[in-house]
């Protein structure tokens, strides 16, 4: 994310600037403690999410989405499975959280 990150306590914790309606960008990034993921890359996993639901109910995806709105706002579903997607990496990489 550009420009939107500062560091605080002597660079020990994470933190972005609230930039429009954000928040799980920030959340997610203040987590991980890093700007590991921009509005772009969770909009596109909301697209994602929006998809498999649509298959599972066997509806059109031409509705709008209830993973994020028009404004920036994404669901609570986007956060856990973001950390769930990055918690799962680091273990298949042997790594841990």
Not at 8 to 31: D, F, P, R, W
Request: glycine share 8%; with cysteine; hydrophobic share 35%.
């Amino acid at each position: 994310m550009e420009g939107g990150s500062s560091s605080i306590n002597g660079g020990m914790l994470y933190h972005e600037v609230q930039e429009s309606k954000l928040c799980a960008v920030h959340c997610v990034n203040t987590v991980l403690q890093g700007p590991f993921f921009s509005e772009i890359d969770l909009a596109a996993l909301a697209s994602d999410l929006d998809r498999t639901e649509h298959q599972m109910l066997n509806t059109q995806h031409h509705q709008e989405s209830h993973n994020v709105s028009m404004d920036g706002d994404f669901s609570i579903q986007i956060i856990v499975f973001e950390r769930l997607r990055v918690c799962l990496g680091l273990i298949r990489s042997g790594n841990r959280a």
